[in-house]
């Protein structure tokens, strides 16, 4: 892809005692793409967030599965794969709810659609899931990104 | 993560530190639920040692939200950091929640706090 100056991939279990090292490689690497500190933490809660989801909608909470993230820089954005081979996820699971009943759950998607400009779901992804997510950080104030919000692809 | 309780004369004390996450927040759940469950006691969670949580976790706290609604008691949290502050601002919470700079303050308002009418 060009200028991609960095990629990594991690692979982990699908299990919730792990999202922590996910959380440790998301910050890492958006430190070291230059991604302003205040944007660091958003990221980190949007991956988390959403490996979350995967964990318990994809695996249903199944410690056995498998789940991996992909992380490239780009001079302009910093861009996640999530892969996991479990069962395909509701569309309604990556769909934030409305924030105006106070209750317990369901913010999960939101904090991803908030953080992260562009969230594309691949459902031609075969064997599982795929998302991607992808979050703008350089030029400042440049509009010629992609859309924002959410795309199903 | 751990968590540590412990009584105060206004209110029953939960000491949160570390992450709170999917894996940890059952953790602070169970003991929300049984410092809650069939007690009339204000409950105050200490954030200062809090360096991050997500939704599992916020919504464990509009869990113990709801407990003490059900058991017309007060449920109160403090030292947030600025990065768990800012989900909850996010997530339209701040105005939910009774938030208290520090310890102090907080055990003095906790008893005169209005509880929140607006739960699901």
């Known amino acids: 892809m060009p200028n991609e100056v960095h990629k990594c991939r991690i692979v982990i279990n699908s299990e919730a005692r792990l999202l922590h090292v996910l959380r440790c490689v998301v910050r890492l690497r958006a430190q070291e793409a230059g991604v302003p500190s205040s944007e660091v933490d958003c ?45 395909k996820i509701s569309p ?36 599982g899931n795929r998302l991607r997510l992808v979050k703008h950080f350089s030029p400042a104030g440049s509009t010629n990104h992609e859309s924002t919000g959410q795309d199903r692809k | 993560m751990k968590v540590l309780v412990r009584t105060e004369s206004s209110a029953t004390i939960i000491e949160c530190t570390g992450e709170v ?5 059952p953790k ?28 599992s976790g916020i919504a ?5 939200l709801q407990l003490s609604q059900r058991t017309q008691t007060r449920f109160g949290l403090y030292g947030l950091r600025s990065n768990a502050r800012s989900v909850l601002e996010l997530a339209r919470l701040t105005r939910v929640f009774s938030i208290f700079e520090n310890e102090q303050e907080a055990l003095e308002k906790i008893g005169k706090t209005q509880p929140f009418s607006g739960l699901a």
């Open chain 1, 92 to 127: 309604d699971a990556w769909r934030p709810r409305q924030l105006d009943d106070v209750r317990p759950g369901g913010l999960g998607t939101y904090f991803i659609k908030c953080f992260m400009d562009v969230i594309s779901y691949d459902e031609d992804f075969v064997g």
């Open chain 2, 28 to 55: 602070l759940r169970d003991a929300l639920l049984k410092e809650m469950a069939g007690l009339k006691v204000n409950v105050l969670i200490n954030m200062s040692g809090v360096s991050y949580i997500d939704s």
């Open chain 1, 43 to 87: 990221l980190t809660v949007a991956i988390d967030e959403a490996a979350s989801n995967i964990i318990r909608h994809a695996y249903g909470n199944r410690p056995d599965g498998r789940l991996a993230l992909d992380v490239r820089t780009f001079p302009d954005r910093i861009e996640f794969l999530l892969e996991d081979s479990g069962p």
């Open chain 2, 60 to 64: 464990t706290l509009v869990e113990g």
């Open chain 2, 21 to 25: 996450d999917l894996y940890t927040s």
